[in-house]
């Protein structure tokens, strides 16, 4: 009897670990190849994921791109951005051809291009789903006009098939999961961006390369359109999310909190109040210290009222001065006046359903480039904002493939 997916998945996360550590070993001795260097993709998806050293020892490497398209890519395009890093002087770096050859250069370096291997502070993939789909496409870059039929590395990165199915999938992201993290800072993190086809056992797998206690977020994305999959007579529910999954390196990573703009609803029913000399909304917070004595909280007495409050003495009567504490009426408890023009928004949650898509109703059309698995800007903008600090170093190992 066959095995099932569950009963293979440690082999392959083993196969997967020793493959990664035949590149990182064959890295410290082999001649490094700059990023310029044409390499070979196979078309075969699972077989792709080679041995790097093999790779380097072949003597003549075949030439399977479009005419005059390398495999890889270096150089800057400024209409991206001019962001530097001091570890990376170049900015928006496009690279051309199969992740795992790309990262291992990456990892190696060169007399001319430093190793990246612990300097990249954010990866975010939008791997394969394992859809069974075939996103083929014309891919346009730079200077360079691809012809219309699908070159070997078009028909390796559009191409959502597998030759074992599920477990060749695995197969295939384990090595590639494993270098990503090796070129993570310490401080980095990772989103991991699947859907309902693989999602459950891409989260097993990254449990495995980065360790459960590193798992952070299941982050959820409401795409706006359910891809044509829940039409009249379907015998399913439509399916409008995907699934991102966030893992850090470290326990000290890097995460600026981001905020949602409130709601007109829920400004009417907590910012309610409205001063007349300004027309500033305002709250009137709580001013008492939760927990009491056991959380250390200072005992006295404000306007008549004795509690236990948040603030100091010194600091309470700092708020009374510039009429930041209301009481309401003699007796009753003070609070404390807190303006929404001061206030950030609401903290974003792990249901993200506030970003436009690029399909259905309300799609942002300007940025459509009709195709199927495309993101939003704002989705990667949040992304970046939140797990990426002022000039740091972001890579996306899969490129919407």
Same mark, same amino acid.
């Given at each position: 009897?066959?095995?099932?997916?569950?009963?293979?998945?440690?082999?392959?996360? =083993?196969?997967? /670990?020793?493959?990664?550590?035949?590149?990182?070993?064959? %890295? +410290?001795?082999?001649?490094? #190849?700059?990023? $310029?260097?044409?390499?070979?993709?196979?078309?075969?998806?699972?077989?792709?994921?080679?041995?790097?050293?093999?790779?380097?020892?072949?003597?003549?490497?075949?030439?399977?791109?479009?005419?005059?398209?390398?495999?890889?890519?270096?150089?800057?395009?400024?209409?991206?951005?001019?962001?530097?890093?001091?570890?990376?002087?170049?900015?928006?770096?496009?690279?051309?051809?199969?992740?795992?050859?790309?990262?291992?250069?990456?990892?190696?370096?060169?007399?001319?291009?430093?190793?990246?291997?612990?300097?990249?502070?954010?990866?975010?993939?939008?791997?394969?789903?394992?859809?069974? =789909?075939?996103? /083929?496409?014309?891919?346009?870059?730079?200077?360079?006009? %691809? +012809?219309?039929?699908?070159? #070997?590395?078009? $028909?390796?990165?559009?191409?959502?098939?597998?030759?074992?199915?599920?477990?060749?999938?695995?197969?295939?992201?384990?090595?590639?999961?494993?270098?990503?993290?090796?070129?993570?800072?310490?401080?980095?993190?990772?989103?991991?961006?699947?859907?309902?086809?693989?999602?459950?056992?891409?989260?097993?797998?990254?449990?495995?390369?980065?360790?459960?206690?590193?798992?952070?977020?299941?982050?959820?994305?409401?795409?706006?359109?359910?891809?044509?999959?829940?039409?009249?007579?379907?015998?399913?529910?439509?399916?409008?999310?995907?699934?991102?999954?966030?893992?850090?390196?470290?326990?000290?990573?890097?995460?600026?909190?981001?905020?949602?703009?409130?709601?007109?609803?829920?400004?009417?029913?907590?910012?309610?109040?409205?001063?007349?000399?300004?027309?500033?909304?305002?709250?009137?917070?709580?001013?008492?210290?939760?927990?009491?004595?056991?959380?250390?909280?200072?005992?006295?007495?404000?306007?008549?009222?004795?509690?236990?409050?948040?603030?100091?003495?010194?600091?309470?009567?700092?708020?009374?001065?510039?009429?930041?504490?209301?009481?309401?009426?003699?007796?009753?408890?003070?609070?404390?006046?807190?303006?929404?023009?001061?206030?950030?928004?609401?903290?974003?949650?792990?249901?993200?359903?506030?970003?436009?898509?690029?399909?259905?109703?309300?799609?942002?059309?300007?940025?459509?480039?009709?195709?199927?698995?495309?993101?939003?800007?704002?989705?990667?903008?949040?992304?970046?904002?939140?797990?990426?600090?002022?000039?740091?170093?972001?890579?996306?190992?899969?490129?919407?493939?």
């Amino acid at each position: 009897m066959p095995k099932s997916l569950l009963e293979q998945l440690p082999e392959i996360v =083993a196969n997967g /670990r020793r493959q990664a550590e035949r590149i990182l070993e064959s %890295l +410290e001795t082999r001649q490094r #190849v700059r990023l $310029q260097t044409r390499e070979v993709v196979l078309p075969a998806k699972d077989t792709a994921a080679q041995d790097w050293v093999t790779q380097q020892q072949r003597s003549a490497q075949q030439e399977v791109f479009a005419p005059g398209q390398g495999s890889l890519l270096a150089s800057p395009q400024a209409s991206l951005g001019a962001a530097t890093n001091a570890q990376a002087p170049w900015a928006n770096r496009l690279i051309y051809g199969d992740n795992l050859l790309a990262m291992a250069a990456l990892l190696a370096g060169d007399e001319d291009q430093p190793s990246l291997r612990g300097k990249v502070d954010l990866i975010y993939i939008d791997p394969p789903f394992d859809s069974k =789909a075939d996103y /083929r496409t014309k891919v346009v870059l730079p200077g360079v006009e %691809l +012809e219309q039929k699908p070159s #070997v590395i078009e $028909q390796f990165a559009y191409s959502d098939t597998w030759s074992d199915g599920t477990a060749s999938y695995l197969a295939m992201i384990t090595p590639r999961l494993i270098l990503m993290r090796e070129l993570l800072a310490d401080t980095g993190s990772i989103y991991v961006h699947l859907d309902w086809h693989v999602g459950h056992y891409v989260k097993l797998v990254l449990d495995e390369v980065f360790a459960k206690d590193q798992f952070i977020n299941q982050l959820i994305w409401k795409r706006g359109h359910a891809h044509n999959d829940s039409k009249q007579g379907s015998a399913h529910f439509g399916r409008l999310h995907d699934t991102i999954f966030l893992y850090s390196k470290s326990q000290q990573y890097f995460f600026a909190q981001q905020f949602t703009p409130y709601t007109q609803e829920y400004k009417d029913t907590y910012y309610k109040n409205i001063e007349s000399e300004t027309g500033r909304r305002y709250w009137l917070d709580n001013l008492q210290g939760p927990g009491g004595a056991t959380k250390g909280n200072p005992y006295y007495e404000v306007m008549g009222v004795s509690r236990y409050w948040r603030y100091s003495k010194e600091k309470m009567s700092q708020l009374i001065d510039a009429g930041r504490v209301i009481q309401t009426k003699p007796g009753t408890v003070p609070k404390y006046k807190r303006y929404l023009d001061e206030m950030p928004g609401k903290p974003t949650q792990d249901i993200w359903d506030d970003l436009k898509s690029l399909g259905g109703l309300g799609a942002i059309v300007a940025e459509r480039i009709d195709y199927d698995t495309q993101k939003p800007e704002s989705l990667l903008e949040r992304i970046i904002r939140a797990s990426c600090p002022e000039g740091g170093i972001v890579a996306d190992f899969n490129g919407g493939s």
